[in-house]
C-alpha cells in the first residue's frame, strides 16, 4: 500500500498548513493587485502571500497551471494537487507577507486584463437569485478532505492493479495471438484491433492515475510507469497529457484557459466561443471561429461520435508536437523514445497482417473504437456551465461540482468508466485513488444537498443524451446569432 497521508506527522489527520518562523509585513487584497499589475506573481495561500517568480519555471506541475493561481486565493487548490511534503518544507520559501483579509473573495483579478489567466465568465441571470455559502462550503469540503485521511482513503490498494494487469494481458494475448496464430481472415483482424482499442482504453486509466502520482506517491516512478504505459503501450505522450490536464484541474471549464474544451473548429460548447473572440492562453493564440467553424459547429451535435471516431489520431499529433517542440515538455528523450518504439511495436504487428487492406482495416478500428473514452472523457464537462454565478467568490470544491459531471453506473462496471464516472469526486480530490472514488460519492451528495449544489450525474444513456442535447441548443444559438449578423 501506498500513503500519501502517511507523510504528515504520525496521528495527524489534519490537512497541514503553510507555516512560516517569518517575521513579515501584511499585505491587502488592493496591494496584492498593485504588486501584480507590476508584474509580481502573487498567490495567496492558507493566510500567507507568495511570490512565484522565481520558481514558476521549474514547478513540477507545471508553469501554466500555477499562472493560473496569480491573484487568487489559492490555497483549496494547493491542498488538492499536492502532496504533504510541499507544505512542509518546500513552499514555505516563497512566502512573502502575510495575508490582511478583508473580506471572502478568492479571486483579486478578475478585472485586471491578465496575460496569462483570463477571467471566467460571470452569469447571475443564469443562477437566479441563488447564493451559496461559500465559507461554510470550504468548510465541510476541508471535514471531509480530513474524513478521507483518517479513513486511509488516500491509501492506494495495489491488489486493484492486479486485477487490472490480468485484463490487460488478456487484451495483449487477444491482439497478438488472433494475428499471429492460425489462418488470418477479415473476422479475426477485426477481434484483434478490438482487444488493441480495448488495451489502449484501459491503459489510459491507469496512465492517469499515475500522472497524478495517485498510484505509489512517487512522482519519479509514477511519471517512469506512466509514461510506459501512456507512450509505450498507447503511442500518446503522458507530458503532453500532464501539462493540459494539471491546467483543466485548475480552470475547470473556463472559455480561455481551459484546453479541454477548446476544441475549434468541430465544438464551441457554449456561445462565448463565438461571441467572445476568445483568446487561448493554453495555446497562446485567438480562438478564431472562421467560416469552417460556422460550417461544422452548427451541426456538432449531429457529428459528435463521426469526430469522435478521429479523436485519436488529433491526440498523436498533439503527442509529438508536445514532445519535439514544446520548451517545457519535461522528459523529452524518454517521451520520444517511447513513442518511436510504440510505432516500431504496432508497425510489426499490422506487419503480419496479409494484405493492405487488412492492415488498414486494423489501424482504422483500433483507433476509432477508442471512441468509447473520447465520449467519456468529454460528457464529463462538455454539457456543464463555462458560467459562473460569481467569479470573485466561487470557492474550488463548488466551481468543481458545478463543472463535472458523473455518470451512475453499478459497481461491476467500474472498470469500464475507469474513474470517469466519478469526474465530480476525483476534481474535489485529484490525488485520491480511483478505486476508492465510488466511496467518496455518498459524502459529496450529502455536501451538494446541505448547500443547493447541484450534483449532476445521469446514466451513461442520459448522459449521452444530456451532452448533445447541450450541443444542439449552442449550435441552434450560434446558427441563429450568425443568421442575425449576416442580416445586419
Ligand atoms: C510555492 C508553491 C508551490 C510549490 C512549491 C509547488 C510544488 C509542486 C510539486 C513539488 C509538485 C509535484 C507533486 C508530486 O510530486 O506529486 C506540484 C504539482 C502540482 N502543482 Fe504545485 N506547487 C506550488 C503551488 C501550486 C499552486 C498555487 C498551484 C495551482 C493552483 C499548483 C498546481 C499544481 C498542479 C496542478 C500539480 C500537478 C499535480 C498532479 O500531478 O496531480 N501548485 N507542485
Known amino acids: ?29 488592493d496591494e496584492i493587485r498593485e504588486r501584480i499589475i507590476k508584474n509580481e506573481l502573487l498567490v495567496v495561500i492558507d493566510g500567507y502571500v507568495l511570490k512565484l517568480n522565481n520558481m514558476i519555471k521549474h514547478h513540477p506541475g507545471g508553469e501554466l497551471a500555477l499562472y493560473h493561481a496569480i491573484g487568487k486565493d489559492a490555497s483549496d487548490e494547493m491542498h488538492a494537487m499536492h502532496p504533504d511534503w510541499v507544505f512542509e518544507g518546500r513552499a514555505d520559501k516563497y512566502i512573502v507577507a502575510k495575508y490582511l483579509k478583508q473580506d471572502e473573495s478568492k479571486s483579486f483579478v478578475e478585472d485586471i486584463p491578465l496575460p496569462y489567466s483570463k477571467p471566467t465568465p460571470a452569469d447571475k441571470y443564469m443562477y437566479g437569485d441563488q447564493k451559496f455559502d461559500y465559507p461554510a462550503i470550504r468548510a465541510d469540503y476541508y471535514s471531509l478532505f480530513e474524513k478521507l485521511r483518517k479513513e486511509g482513503l ?42 488493441t482499442a480495448a488495451l489502449w482504453h484501459q491503459a489510459v486509466f491507469t496512465a492517469h492515475d499515475l500522472g497524478h502520482s495517485a498510484v505509489t506517491a512517487n512522482r519519479s516512478l509514477d511519471t517512469f510507469m506512466g509514461i510506459l504505459l501512456g507512450d509505450f503501450i498507447g503511442g500518446l505522450s503522458v507530458g503532453w497529457w500532464k501539462k493540459s490536464h494539471n491546467v483543466h484541474h485548475i480552470v475547470t471549464n473556463q472559455p480561455e484557459n481551459d484546453s479541454d474544451i477548446q476544441h475549434l473548429p468541430f465544438f464551441a460548447i457554449s456561445p462565448i466561443f463565438y461571441e467572445g473572440n476568445l483568446f487561448s ?48 515538455s519535461m522528459n523529452p528523450v524518454i517521451e520520444a523514445t517511447c513513442l518511436s518504439l510504440f510505432w516500431v511495436w504496432y508497425g510489426w504487428l499490422l506487419s503480419h497482417l496479409p494484405s493492405k487492406k487488412l492492415m488498414f482495416l486494423h489501424f482504422f478500428v483500433s483507433n476509432a473504437f477508442t471512441a468509447i ?18 467569479p470573485e467568490n466561487e470557492c474550488f470544491a463548488a ?31 485529484p490525488r485520491l485513488p480511483r478505486h476508492n472514488l465510488r466511496l467518496v460519492r455518498p459524502h459529496v451528495i450529502e455536501l451538494c444537498k446541505k448547500h443547493n449544489l447541484v450534483y449532476c450525474e445521469d446514466y451513461f444513456l442520459g448522459a449521452n443524451i444530456f451532452t448533445i442535447k447541450k450541443l444542439n441548443e449552442t449550435a441552434q444559438m450560434i446558427k441563429s446569432m450568425i443568421i442575425a449578423e449576416q442580416k445586419l
Not at 500513503?3 to 509585513?25: A, F, N
Not at 494487469?165 to 487477444?174: A, C, D, N, T
Not at 485567438?286 to 489520431?313: E, H, P, S, T
Open 1 to 29: 500500500m501506498s500513503s500519501q497521508s502517511e507523510q504528515s506527522p504520525k496521528g495527524s489527520w489534519e490537512v497541514p498548513r503553510l507555516k512560516t518562523k517569518k517575521i513579515l509585513p501584511s499585505y491587502t487584497k
Open 154 to 195: 488516500f491509501e492506494c490498494d495495489y491488489s486493484n492493479y492486479a486485477i487490472e494487469i490480468s485484463r490487460w494481458l488478456l487484451f495483449v494475448v487477444g491482439m497478438f495471438s488472433f494475428i499471429l496464430i492460425g489462418e488470418p481472415s477479415t473476422l479475426k483482424c477485426f477481434a484483434s484491433a478490438l482487444c
Open 281 to 328: 492562453t493554453y495555446y497562446n493564440r485567438q480562438l478564431v471561429f472562421d467560416q469552417f467553424c460556422k460550417a461544422i459547429v452548427v451541426l456538432q451535435d449531429k457529428m459528435y461520435y463521426i469526430i469522435m471516431l478521429f479523436g485519436r489520431f488529433n491526440l498523436y499529433v498533439l503527442s509529438w508536437q508536445h514532445v519535439l517542440l514544446d520548451s517545457d
Open 373 to 390: 473514452l473520447h465520449i467519456q472523457i468529454t460528457l464529463s464537462h462538455f454539457g456543464m456551465p463555462v458560467h459562473s454565478p460569481d
Open 399 to 429: 466551481r468543481q461540482i458545478r463543472t463535472s459531471l458523473d455518470v451512475i453506473c453499478p459497481s461491476f462496471l467500474d472498470w469500464f468508466h475507469g474513474g470517469l464516472q466519478f469526474q465530480i469526486e476525483h476534481h474535489l480530490f
